[in-house]
């Protein structure tokens, strides 16, 4: 599975990050999402999706 974030759609929430720890960090200087792992492990697809889902501005595309 790939995820990939949108930096220009991504507003820093880190609501990605409080739903998948696992899988995505932000980045310090600004806030946005950082997929962690690329590809996805299979173990974390589901919270990837569960990430992407819980994102406000829809940045996160899962594939």
């Known amino acids: 599975m ?6 220009g759609a991504c507003q820093g929430h880190g609501v990605c990050h409080m739903s998948a720890p696992d899988v995505f960090e932000l980045d310090e200087t600004d806030g946005h999402a950082i997929v962690t792992s690329d590809p996805v492990p299979p173990e974390l697809e589901a ?17």
């Open 2 to 7: 790939r995820v990939t974030v949108d930096l």
């Open 47 to 63: 919270d990837a999706q569960l990430g992407a889902d819980s994102c406000p501005e829809r940045a996160i595309t899962v594939a």
